[in-house]
């Protein structure tokens, strides 16, 4: 495992109790204390703006999903909205001034799975295709084997992390020198926005170009938009590749990879575990 992996549990209690929550005004006398627990970030922080409430915070304080956040991942009007999600992390984050658009991935990711496992264990039994032979078949994964990824070596591929939480490398074909950043909540439902509006069009999904457009931040110190668009569609693939690549080495996230062995044919290999509809609905 590399020395920027660690197992995780999908969420890091506090040493000490968290402060007690009460839900609701008490009615008739009756009231409870709603838990909260503490989720480690893979980004520790150090990829917010000092003005941002996680800025070098290390962990996120979350309350744990009840029956108003399952009513919200079941309204039809929020799930055609595409903001279903959002509005559970807004719900059940207890440090009001973080919105959950401006989460990294990464962190969005692990307070996702703390959540899933919090509200409904760690088994998560989904629908798999084989990769080998095609068997559609049910599989078992276990969200608490998850690992916390901090990031790799960035000497490896030449990047420099600068103090402003952004990145700058180098491209090997044609020596341009790309500034990028950390892609948060927002820009990921841009990104799956533009692929939805791609294919209602007929056209070709612009994933690749989509995500360089999203987190190239300037191109040799010029960060005008119609210059990012001119790199974007013109540099060698050599070079895209290099920027994806750059950027997965930076970008702290949860790693979901577990090993997939096939029941039909006996086939094993590493495979990320796929959310699915059944990542919050384990029942169904």
């Known amino acids: 495992m590399s020395r ?3 197992r995780t549990g999908a969420s890091q209690p506090d040493a000490s109790p968290p402060p007690a929550l009460t839900q609701g005004p008490a009615d008739g006398g009756f009231s409870f204390v709603v838990p909260t627990e503490f989720v480690e970030l893979p980004s520790q922080g150090k990829f917010y703006p000092e003005s941002h409430p996680l800025h070098n915070q290390e962990a996120i304080e979350i309350r744990q999903m009840t029956a108003k956040e399952e ?4 309204s039809r009007t929020l799930l055609k909205k595409g903001v279903a999600i959002d509005r559970v992390l807004a719900s059940l984050i207890v440090d009001r001034r973080i919105n959950p658009d ?3 991935v990464g962190d969005r ?3 996702l799975i703390a959540i899933r496992v919090s509200a409904y264990g760690n088994q998560y039994n989904t629908k798999v295709a084989c990769p080998a032979c095609g068997n559609n078949d049910r599989y078992e994964f276990d969200l608490n084997s998850a690992n916390i990824y901090k990031g790799g070596d960035l000497e490896t591929l030449d990047v420099i992390s600068n103090s402003d939480g952004t990145f700058t490398t180098l491209l090997p074909k044609t020596g341009l020198n790309v500034q990028f950043r950390l892609l948060n909540g927002y820009d990921e439902r841009n990104l799956m926005s533009g692929m939805k509006s791609d294919r209602k069009q007929n056209i070709h999904e612009r994933g690749i170009t ?4 999203n987190f190239i931040v300037s191109a040799d110190g010029n960060s005008q938009p119609k210059v990012i668009d001119y790199v974007v ?3 060698p693939s050599i070079d895209s590749r290099h920027l994806r690549l750059a950027y997965k080495l930076a970008a702290p996230n949860i790693d979901l990879t577990q090993v997939f ?3 039909e044919c006996g086939h094993s290999a590493e495979m990320e575990v796929p959310l699915t509809a059944d990542f919050f609905w384990p029942d169904r």
């Open 109 to 111: 990711n692990a307070v």
């Open 210 to 213: 989509r995500q360089l457009k």
């Open 233 to 235: 569609a013109n540099i």
């Open 71 to 74: 009513d919200m991942l079941t």
């Open 102 to 104: 401006h989460l990294l």
């Open 4 to 6: 920027n992996k660690q």
């Open 261 to 263: 062995l096939c029941d």
